[in-house]
């Protein structure tokens, strides 16, 4: 799983294993460590759930965690629809884009790096 930051964004991009393992366990995650101190830490996951009725988003410590309803996330992975786009409200900080989508291929489709990124729905480049 991909984790793009860029000012109010947020965007996962999610392979064709990861959704499954998305879909089977209701959640997957990843960490990147900045230092040795076991807080030097961001964990980032996505999840779904059968109770969350939109798009939410969890902060808590060192892990953000983006929420999906369970038909949400299912109907997405049974089509060919590239993402999910949802708006989390921030109060008098505005909104957070959240982003979910297939991740394609770039460059070379024989790269190794390529074999697990879901076809690409046109022939445009990355």
Not at 13 to 18: D, F, G, Q
Request: overall charge negative; hydrophobic content about 35%.
């Amino acid at each position: 799983m991909k984790l793009r930051i860029k000012g109010n964004s947020l965007r996962f991009r999610v392979s064709r294993p990861e959704l499954a393992r998305l879909l089977a366990a209701g959640r997957i995650a990843d960490t990147v460590r900045f230092g040795e101190e076991e807080s030097a830490r961001l964990t980032y996951a996505l999840e779904h759930s059968p109770s969350a009725v939109a798009v939410t988003v969890h902060h808590r410590g060192t892990e953000t965690a983006v929420v999906l309803p369970t038909h949400t996330a299912q109907s997405w992975a049974e089509s060919d629809q590239v993402g999910i786009y949802a708006k989390h409200p921030l109060g008098k900080y505005g909104e957070l884009d959240v982003i979910v989508e297939k991740d394609f291929p770039c460059g070379d489709p024989a790269d190794p790096e390529n074999a697990d990124k879901f076809p690409r729905p046109d022939s445009g480049v990355c």
